[in-house]
Nanobody, 119 residues
Framework: QVQLVESGGGLVQPGGSLRLSCAAS????????MGWYRQAPGKQRELVAI???????TYADDMKDRFTISRDNSKNTVALQMNSLKPEDTAVYYC?????????????WGQGTQVTVSS
């Protein structure tokens, strides 16, 4: 079983910064994709950013200039540095990991961490 534990959410003023962290434990293949998604009230969950075990990153268009995703393969951790935060960034942020064993896809989610951007 795989567990993802997020930390770092909270309340921040517009223009401020937050850093989210996620630690993965359990039976995870070394070749995997870790990432962050978010869900605002009344909206669908959406991609924020993902990063492969080789370091390749993908960002949502409206976040790539403000957010930076990184990972430490030796610790199975992924982080999201969020700068220039806006009220519309308010959401629950979820850590995610995906990997394949043969042809079977395994996907796991963290419990989510609340980010609130408000003055």
């Amino acid at each position: 079983q795989v567990q993802l534990v997020e930390s770092g959410g909270g309340l921040v003023q517009p223009g401020g910064s937050l850093r989210l962290s996620c630690a993965a434990s359990g039976s995870i293949r070394s070749t995997n994709v870790m990432g962050w998604y978010r869900q605002a009230p009344g909206k669908q969950r959406e991609l924020v950013a993902i990063i492969g075990s080789g370091g390749t990153t993908t960002y949502a268009d409206d976040m790539k200039d403000r957010f930076t995703i990184s990972r430490d393969n030796s610790k199975n951790t992924v982080a999201l540095q969020m700068n220039s935060l806006k009220p519309e960034d308010t959401a629950v942020y979820y850590c995610n990991v995906v990997f394949f064993i043969l042809a079977t896809k395994y996907e796991y989610w963290g419990q989510g961490t609340q980010v609130t951007v408000s003055s």
